[in-house]
């Protein structure tokens, strides 16, 4: 499938904001499951967040809730993931990827077509 693209990340000091976007590429009428990901230097690669586009159900891992938000624009074919309140231990590689919908889009296992990813980093 074709890899999705990240773009958004950068550098920030604590309780700053960003906006991951991630652009995904539609197959006749299949609606995804989309996942962000995050990968720290030393640490697996952990979900941090996903949504069904097709009703617009969202995840979120317990460190980032009420602090993260993921949405689509349909139209676009795009996921974004706002990052509020952001903390040095949220400084990590952010991928984004997709599986389809057969899965349980809130469990990190079958996800694939990895982007490149996007630097977030958070200075204290």
């Known amino acids: 499938q074709v890899p999705l693209v990240e773009s958004g990340g950068g550098s920030v000091q604590a309780g700053g904001s960003l906006r991951l976007s991630c652009v995904w590429s539609q197959f006749s009428y299949e609606r995804p499951c989309i996942a962000w990901f995050r990968e720290a230097p030393g640490k697996e690669r952990d979900m941090v967040a996903a949504?069904?586009?097709?009703?617009?159900?969202?995840f979120y891992v317990d460190s980032v809730k009420g602090r993260f938000t993921v949405s689509q624009d349909a139209v676009k074919n795009t996921i974004y993931l706002q990052m509020n309140s952001l903390k040095p231990d949220d400084t990590a590689m952010y991928y984004c990827?997709?599986?389809?919908?057969?899965?349980?889009?809130?469990?990190?296992?079958?996800?694939?077509?990895w982007g490149q990813g996007t630097q977030v980093t958070v200075s204290s």
């Open positions: 949504i069904e586009t097709r009703d617009g159900t969202t």
């Open positions: 990827a997709r599986k389809s919908a057969f899965y349980p889009c809130g469990v990190r296992s079958n996800y694939g077509s």
